[in-house]
């Protein structure tokens, strides 16, 4: 059974940071994808970033470029959202991914399994 658990998420002020962990099992973490998505009240799901089974591959919403980062540690079946540079319009429910795939993509009906999402408040 495959079980994605996030966690990090929290309320913090604007131009804070905040680091999101999503810890994974029951598939090969290895040699899977990883991405994270969010949604906002009111708001479609949107991808925020990606990664490949490698670590080599990585892509970025616009929205976030620069100011978040996305890495992985395959010892740990783990994969993090660094998220600096924080605004009011990051709020959100924030999901992790994981695609039976190796290569990376920004579309969530690629990916084949979700967590339960965490939340990050950003005041102003």
């Known amino acids: 059974q495959v079980q994605l658990v996030e966690s990090g998420g929290g309320l913090v002020q604007a131009g804070g940071s905040l680091r999101l962990s999503c810890a994974a099992s029951?598939?090969?973490?290895?040699?899977?994808?990883m991405g994270w998505f969010r949604q906002a009240p009111g708001k479609d799901r949107e991808f925020v970033a990606a990664?490949?089974?490698?670590?080599?591959?990585?892509y970025y919403a616009d929205s976030v470029k620069g100011r978040f980062t996305i890495s992985r540690d395959n010892a740990k079946n783990t994969v993090y959202l660094q998220m600096n540079s924080l605004k009011p319009e990051d709020t959100a429910v924030y999901y992790c991914?994981?695609?039976?795939?190796?290569?990376?993509?920004?579309?969530?009906?690629?990916?084949?399994?979700w967590g339960q999402g965490t939340q990050v408040t950003v005041s102003s």
């Open positions: 029951g598939l090969p973490f290895s040699s899977s994808a």
């Open positions: 991914a994981q695609r039976r795939a190796p290569v990376a993509t920004m579309t969530f009906p690629e990916y084949d399994y």
């Open positions: 990664v490949s089974w490698s670590g080599g591959t990585t």
